[in-house]
């Protein structure tokens, strides 16, 4: 059966530069060409800013060129609209992180599960895959 998943930034990151740290679940989903692989517009900008900021050198490989990075690996771009803002800003959670709230958005109002190790993003109803 077909899966659609979208990444949570650091599926993303973990992915493309240390995938032993994917669940063995996770990194055959990713792995499987049967399956539609999505990335998100927020992960790129999570992904820069902490870069930026110095809070996530790991990532720095991915900072430039992100979306071409990412097409290179089979994964299409999911775009964000205003739809997926609106849910994210009604969502009731402790978890205020603007970037976890769009991404959890995204994953459901696409109907995709979410590819994370996060159990937090379930708060937010998305439906997690790890």
Avoid: C
């Avoid at 989903?29 to 539609?36: K, L, Q, R, S, T």
């Avoid at 998100?40 to 110095?54: D, Q």
């Avoid at 970037?99 to 159990?119: C, F, H, M, Y």
């Amino acid at each position: 059966m077909t899966e659609r998943l979208l990444l949570d930034t650091h599926a993303v990151i973990w992915s493309a530069l240390d995938p032993g740290r994917l669940s063995p679940a996770a990194r055959l989903a990713i792995e499987d060409p049967g399956n539609n692989i999505y990335f998100s517009p927020v992960s790129a900008m999570e992904i820069t800013t902490k870069v930026r900021i110095g809070k996530l050198d790991l990532a720095r490989p991915l900072a430039a060129g992100f979306a071409d990075q990412m097409a290179a690996r089979g994964f299409a771009e999911l775009p964000l609209s205003a739809a997926h803002a609106e849910m994210a800003g009604t969502f009731l959670s402790a978890n205020n992180d603007p970037w976890d709230r769009l991404l959890a958005a995204q994953a459901r109002i696409e109907k995709l599960g979410l590819i994370t190790n996060d159990s937090e993003m379930g708060d937010f109803g998305a439906r997690l895959f790890w």
